[in-house]
T-cell receptor, first 112, second 114 residues
Framework: KAGVTQTPRYLIKTRGQQVTLSCSPI?????VSWYQQTPGQGLQFLFE???????NKGNFPGRFSGRQFSNSRSEMNVSTLELGDSALYLC???????????FGQGTRLTVV | QKEVEQNSGPLSVPEGAIASLNCTYS??????FFWYRQYSGKSPELIMS????GDKEDGRFTAQLNKASQYVSLLIRDSQPSDSATYLC??????????????FGQGTELSVKP
């Protein structure tokens, strides 16, 4: 059974640009959550999607947004990139909301 | 007070010993608790989930939950060098609309010495 797939694995962007990250959940999983991991702040919740609706949102600025498609695949977008957005972005899928979450390999974003 | 707190370590144990990792949380309404293992440069891997007070065993791993004390722990028996990693405690916090989010501790770095 395939795991959570995130693309791309690595990205280098310039300040002010925008970026879109993609996540394909485990087959049959309907909930997708996004997290940001940095050495200083650790793992922080960005948002959760279920049935194409954002169900929960973390304390991040509006530059961070996301969406979920009818096949449960999800994308997150970061606009007007800042140096501080450099991080590992992790997607996790769950069968339903509030059940075990399984992480993808992550996208390493570097903003220069 | 942080929502989920763990000793940052590093925790060093000899091969074959029991490693004990601890976690406390602040949201009394939380019902789901998880332990993840993260190797350097890799993503977190789910190793244990626990929902009820008491112990849950899976191979060499035992998770313990005490909701009254808001305390979760993970015991690793017969520790192996391959267990050397950062262990993350995660607590699911429910939102008003039935959504939820995992709140993670800062992680405990475990080193198992041969």
């Amino acid at each position: 059974k395939a795991g959570v797939t995130q693309t791309p694995r690595y990205l280098i962007k310039t300040r002010g640009q925008q970026v879109t990250l993609s996540c394909s959940p485990i087959s049959g999983h309907r909930s997708v959550s996004w997290y940001q991991q940095t050495p200083g702040q650790g793992l922080q919740f960005l948002f959760e999607y279920f049935s194409e609706t954002q169900r929960n949102k973390g304390n991040f600025p509006g530059r961070f947004s996301g969406r979920q498609f009818s096949n449960s695949r999800s994308e997150m977008n970061v606009s007007t990139l800042e140096l501080g957005d450099s991080a590992l972005y992790l997607c996790a899928s769950s069968r339903e909301m509030n059940t075990e979450a399984f992480f993808g390999q992550g996208t390493r974003l570097t903003v220069v | 007070q942080k929502e989920v707190e763990q000793n940052s370590g590093p925790l060093s144990v000899p091969e074959g010993a029991i490693a004990s990792l601890n976690c406390t949380y602040s949201d009394r309404g939380s019902q789901s608790f998880f332990w993840y293992r993260q190797y350097s440069g890799k993503s977190p891997e789910l190793i244990m989930s626990i929902y009820s007070n008491g112990d849950k065993e899976d191979g060499r791993f035992t998770a313990q939950l005490n909701k009254a004390s808001q305390y979760v722990s993970l015991l690793i028996r017969d520790s192996q060098p391959s267990d050397s990693a950062t262990y993350l405690c995660a607590v699911n916090v429910l939102a008003y609309n039935q959504g939820g989010k995992l709140i993670f501790g800062q992680g405990t770095e475990l080193s198992v010495k041969p």
